[in-house]
């Protein structure tokens, strides 16, 4: 199998949103190989250190201003380090993404001025691979290869992203191969690839999304280089390819640290790893194939109705499936148009939702619509063919996730953990949409050394939960739901030392009940609490008010509640203009009654929240969400 579709450039040559995007493509390399310029005295930091502290905003990167990073909320200006360091990362990343884009614009119009940048700016990282350091995401700096911990990069701030951009080096090389630049392969090969291979083997320790990447950059040189013994270290050796996929990945389908970014994010690299595979005839074998294709169908099958993505644990906020697209293009050029996949693949590309961009290691959209993908490998799709793939209720059991759903509305809901990688301490949190409307989501998390990450997006209070003591949820085990007709009923135990969970939501025509009940032995604080987006507003006056200062607790996101007012009613009606939400709410017997704004993901916009405090040992929580259509 060829790596670039067959009709790739008939294609292009007929197709004005396709030549939209050569034209971006062209004006992109072009001016980005005019100044052009790299030192590998710089040490490059994480990514994660690119938020603004005080809204969780990613800092704008610019390539004209290494040493200013304003954040694209609030405009505060960040300078001098990690915050350089981290440009230093993303320039680097840029650098490679152009020499990818340049070499799918030499494959296209054999204009060797396009090899040539692509040649240029992989030349500058093998003949200065020695000389960038080694070092890990925190800074620690190594000597050798021999001394150096876990997670090191040299040209990025980790081995992760020394995997992504070693990926992407390999599919340029590809595009651009020919016998007259034999000679600039071989020098690639040596200063640059295998350098790479002897820095992240060491890496490969453990069954993990990163580990995942590492195999999938070294499988990909392996093929490249045609290293067969390489190539089965990547397959079969102890966390090799199969191990990842077999001890990873849970019966339903789903990666074992419970986000669907991560969950995506391995299949980005696995994935590109199996389409190389398929091109030098080294195939994966049909039990990987087929884990692949139950993870990309599962996806489509969790997602909501609308394609918006549920989001528990770590990740991005407002993940939809055409975030993800160029994952399933990779696949789909694998499997083929007529399979499972190409079919979803076309129903994501046809539905009509703004994808959602990641902030970190990005993808390569055309204006944040096509993806590299889709024109390397799908162009000859027939996007206007395809089958529907009805949604239904699932449990998925060992992933902890189950999802309600009728013709109007869809309830997700998230009742444990597989351990505490990537966890939020959220157990039995709800995430609830309606048709094309979210009206409660998890706002997931900035990057992970933001103030707010870790203050609030990462705290119980943050989630659509119960939060005893005022303390972040402790437990990291799974739970334990039975999924019915038009009910899911889901309990935890131990959710606290000693205090157990019962959620039960049972879905109606137009909204849901949601009944929460806890167990314990003390009489310490239980808030429930239920976030509604920040698109709706109060649909008439609320009477019968007293403004409150504070909850009584000073962290654990306590200390970012705003506005908060204690109510005499238990009947709320809000609108976004077009859907009236009707919510009522049923205390226990000692039960308080609070609403507040509480901090957006970023905090652009504030949502209303909704908290009742019960110091009962067994308190039980009511509330019913009716929807209206304006």
């Known amino acids: 199998m060829n790596f670039v579709n067959d009709n790739f450039k008939k294609v292009i040559d007929i197709s004005k949103d396709y030549q939209s995007v050569i034209n971006q493509f062209k004006k992109d390399v072009t001016n980005f190989s005019n100044i052009f310029h790299d030192d590998a005295n710089l040490k490059s930091n994480w990514g994660h250190q690119y938020f ?22 609030c405009n505060k200006v960040y300078e001098g380090q990690p915050y350089d360091g981290v440009w230093t990362y993303m320039y680097r990343n840029e650098a490679i993404v152009e020499a990818l884009k340049s070499a799918t614009l030499y494959y296209y119009t054999k204009d060797n001025k396009f090899r040539e940048i692509t040649m240029k700016i992989i030349s500058f990282y ?14 620690v700096v190594f000597d050798n290869l021999k001394n150096m911990s876990w997670g090191c990069g040299k040209i990025m701030p980790q081995g992760l992203n020394e995997s992504i951009i070693a990926i992407r080096i390999v599919q340029s090389l590809e595009l651009i191969k020919s016998e007259d630049i034999k000679d600039f392969i071989k020098s690639i090969k040596n200063n640059l690839l295998y350098p790479m291979v002897e820095l992240l083997v060491p890496q490969v320790n453990a069954i993990h999304n990163i580990r995942a990447w590492n195999i999938a950059a070294i499988g990909s040189i392996a093929l490249f280089c045609n290293d067969l013994n390489l190539f089965n270290f990547c397959y079969n050796s102890e966390f090799g390819i199969k191990a990842q996929l077999d001890k990873g990945v849970s019966e339903d389908g789903f990666w074992f640290e419970g986000s669907i970014l991560y969950n995506f994010f391995l299949l980005e690299g696995i994935t590109s790893f199996m389409l190389l595979s398929e091109v030098y005839n080294h195939p994966f074998e049909e039990k990987e194939k087929s884990i692949i294709t139950q993870m990309l169908v599962r996806a489509y ?12 644990n770590d990740g991005w906020p407002n993940l939809n499936l055409k975030t993800f697209s160029y994952v399933y293009h990779m696949a789909s050029r694998v499997f083929g148009e007529d399979s499972k996949i190409g079919n979803i693949t076309k129903l994501i ?15 390569i959209y055309s204006k944040n619509g096509i993806a590299l993908e889709r024109l390397l490998f799908n162009t000859d799709f027939n996007y206007s063919k395809t089958t529907k793939v009805e949604r239904s209720n699932y449990n998925y059991k060992n992933s902890n996730f189950a999802m309600l759903r009728n013709d ?76 019915l007709k038009n009910k899911i009923i889901a309990f935890h135990k131990d959710v606290y030392e000693k205090i157990d969970y019962k959620r039960e939501c049972l879905i109606l025509e137009n909204g849901f009940e949601d009944t929460f009940y806890v167990k314990s032995n003390n009489t310490k604080t239980k808030d429930f609490i239920f976030h509604v987006e920040s698109q709706f507003n109060f649909n008439g006056v609320i009477e019968h008010f007293n403004k409150v200062e504070n909850l009584g607790y000073e962290d654990n996101g306590y200390q970012y509640l705003e506005d908060i007012v204690e109510l005499t009613q238990n009947e709320i009606k809000l609108t976004n203009g077009y859907l009236e939400l009707f919510l009522s709410f049923v205390l226990p017997v000692d039960g308080k009654f609070y609403m507040m704004k509480t901090m957006d993901n970023p905090v652009t916009t504030k949502r209303i929240s909704f908290l009742i405090r019960s110091y009962e040992k067994n308190p039980i929580f009511k509330m019913k969400l009716k929807c209206k259509e304006l």
């Not at 603004?52 to 909320?73: A, M, S, T, Y």
């Not at 099958?301 to 528990?312: G, K, Q, R, T, V």
């Not at 997006?457 to 085990?477: A, D, P, Q, Y």
Request: overall charge positive.
């Open 126 to 139: 093998s003949d200065n691979y020695k000389k960038f350091v080694i070092h890990t995401k925190e800074d």
């Open 349 to 363: 590309e046809n539905k009509k939702i703004i994808r959602t961009s990641l902030p970190l290691s990005q993808s």
């Open 408 to 483: 109007k509305l869809n309830l997700f809901i998230k009742y444990g953990l597989n351990g505490p990688s990537h966890a939020h301490p959220d157990i039995l949190n709800i995430e609830v949409a309606y048709k094309d409307t979210l009206i409660s989501r998890d706002i997931s998390n900035a990057g992970y050394k933001s103030n707010l990450c870790n203050k609030w997006h990462r705290k119980t209070l943050c989630h659509n939960t119960v939060i005893c003591g005022g303390e972040n949820i402790t437990s990291r085990s799974p739970g334990v739901a039975t999924l």
């Open 301 to 312: 099958m969790y997602s909501f109705d609308n394609d918006i993505l549920p989001n528990p």
């Open 52 to 73: 603004c502290n005080d809204d969780g905003g990613r800092l704008i990167f610019d390539l004209n201003k290494p040493h200013e990073h304003v954040c694209c909320v």
